[in-house]
């Protein structure tokens, strides 16, 4: 199959038929297509020429546009799966994708977008958020000319980015939804464990500064490790294995999945988030704002949370925090939009023109 890479604004109308198949038949299929930059500038200094972001979309582009932002590492199939694209883009549901044109990039490292295991491997160049963020301007702007944004949404990574867009581009944006994130730079256990996972990485013999010839095995074991420490939610472990039994075999199974990463990508995509901190610029965003968070995030625990102190510097956010429980998973929550439906829809119904 002919690959469909346009530079400027034509790429953005090669559109091909996703192979994804949704989880609810009354939303349309996905469709996706790459829009190419002909020269990008990173944060580093660094630049790469057909820098390639690839996309999906929902809807029709005539519609009032919504940009849906990924987590770190994740698939754009979660998004589409029965407990999170099921329940929100469906008929009558917070992002009707009759009502909206919804856009989901995959971000600079990951996916089908540009990368390091493309072939430059460890010399690709370093990226940070702020790139991530500049990519989807472009991509928005240039590639498929659209000049406003009725909504910007993202979780995990994709909710720190959220933050930063309302923070560069505040006049873009009718409201705001970051999700499992806060604006403060990473610190604590949460960048304390990105650095650990990293560093197995690079500390095992086998990755030789990145040339290896087969998937380093400690990739494996620390991205199971980070992802057993930083999501799933306390709760929720002990009550799928309240046995030693019933936890080894959630390892065993872990451990026998296939491995679809790339040791490269993970340490660049991980280590993008080193120089993160929105919160200087808090006081840019103009856009209505809504937090959800869950109560047992492992990666942003309540207990230290500065969002009370943060909010006050916007004039209009709100925080809408998610009770832990057996049903919630921690930092994964979010992916389940039954807790916060309700919330969404009132607060887009509130921030309409």
């Not at 498929?144 to 980015?161: A, D, E, K, P, T």
Request: a positive charge.
């Amino acid at each position: 199959m002919a690959k469909h890479i346009v530079s400027g604004l034509v790429g953005c109308f090669l559109l091909i038929a996703s192979p994804l198949t949704h989880a609810e038949n009354a939303v349309p299929q996905p469709q996706e297509g790459n829009w190419v930059a002909p020269e990008f500038s990173f944060n580093s200094g660094e630049k790469l020429k057909d820098l390639r972001i690839h996309y999906y979309t929902l809807g029709d582009r005539s519609k009032p546009a919504v940009l849906l932002l990924h987590g770190t590492n994740q698939p754009i199939s979660a998004l589409l799966a029965k407990g999170f694209g099921g329940e929100l883009f469906g008929p009558g549901q917070p992002l009707d994708s009759s009502k909206y044109f919804i856009i989901m990039p995959e971000s600079i490292g990951s996916g089908k977008s540009s990368k390091p295991s493309d072939g430059l491997r460890m010399k690709f160049p370093q990226f940070d958020y702020n790139d991530m963020v500049q990519a989807q301007y472009r991509l928005i702007k240039e590639g498929l000319g659209i000049s406003h944004l009725r909504l910007v949404m993202g979780y995990s990574m994709g909710g720190m980015q959220t933050w930063l867009w309302g923070e560069k581009y505040p006049g873009m944006m009718d409201a705001l939804v970051p999700m499992a994130s806060q604006p403060n730079e990473l610190s604590g256990r949460n960048w304390m464990m990105r650095r650990m996972l990293i560093e197995s990485i690079k500390n095992d013999p086998s990755w030789d500064n990145g040339n290896y010839r087969q998937q380093p095995a400690s990739l494996k074991y620390a991205s199971n490790m980070f992802s057993i420490a930083t999501t799933g939610g306390t709760q929720a472990y002990q009550s799928k294995a309240p046995t030693r039994a019933q936890a080894d075999k959630l390892i065993d199974e872990r451990l026998a999945a296939p491995l679809t990463s790339d040791a490269n990508d993970f340490i660049y995509i991980w280590g993008s988030s080193a120089n993160y901190n929105a919160a200087p610029d808090l006081n840019k965003i103009k856009a209505p704002l809504l937090v959800i968070n869950s109560a047992d995030d492992e990666r942003n625990p309540v207990e230290i949370s500065t969002l009370d102190s943060d909010l006050k510097k916007l004039k209009k956010a709100e925080l809408f925090l998610i009770p832990a429980s057996k049903d919630t998973s921690g930092h994964g929550t979010m992916m389940s939009v039954k807790f916060y439906k309700e919330k969404l829809q009132a607060f887009l119904a509130n921030t309409s023109k």
